[in-house]
């Protein structure tokens, strides 16, 4: 059974930093696209980077842009999220999605097929 387990969720104050990681487990395929989406209660799924893991491409939502970086670890089917800068709006649940096949559209969320059940991002003003 396919696991997706993220860590690194905590709370910060604004202006500071966590690193968020996620790895595959519970099959041997490897997933060539994941990535890191968010949610707020009562509003929609946001993409917020992803990631070609062959090649290493990657991609960003406009708001995170040079303040989120985003990278993987292929041979483990690990990807991190590196938050620097965060932002009140930065709070939300923050979930891996992971899938075998290159997605075409990277930060839509009904792309992909393995996801994590997420972990909590609060970040104080």
């Known amino acids: 059974q396919v696991q997706v387990a993220e860590s690194g969720g905590g709370s910060v104050q604004a202006g500071g930093s966590l690193r968020l990681s996620c790895v595959v487990s519970?099959?041997?395929?490897?997933?060539?696209?994941m990535g890191w989406f968010r949610q707020v209660p009562g509003k929609e799924r946001e993409g917020v980077a992803a990631?070609?893991?062959?090649?290493?491409?990657?991609f960003y939502a406009d708001s995170v842009k040079g303040r989120f970086t985003i990278s993987q670890d292929a041979a483990r089917n690990a990807v991190y999220l590196q938050m620097n800068n965060l932002k009140p709006e930065d709070a939300a649940m923050y979930f891996c999605?992971?899938?075998?096949?290159?997605?075409?559209?990277?930060?839509?969320?009904?792309?992909?097929?393995?996801w994590g059940q997420g972990t909590q991002v609060t970040v104080s003003s």
């Open positions: 990631i070609y893991t062959n090649g290493g491409t990657t």
């Open positions: 999605a992971a899938d075998r096949k290159r997605v075409l559209l990277r930060l839509r969320g009904d792309e992909y097929h393995d």
């Open positions: 519970g099959d041997t395929y490897r997933r060539h696209c």
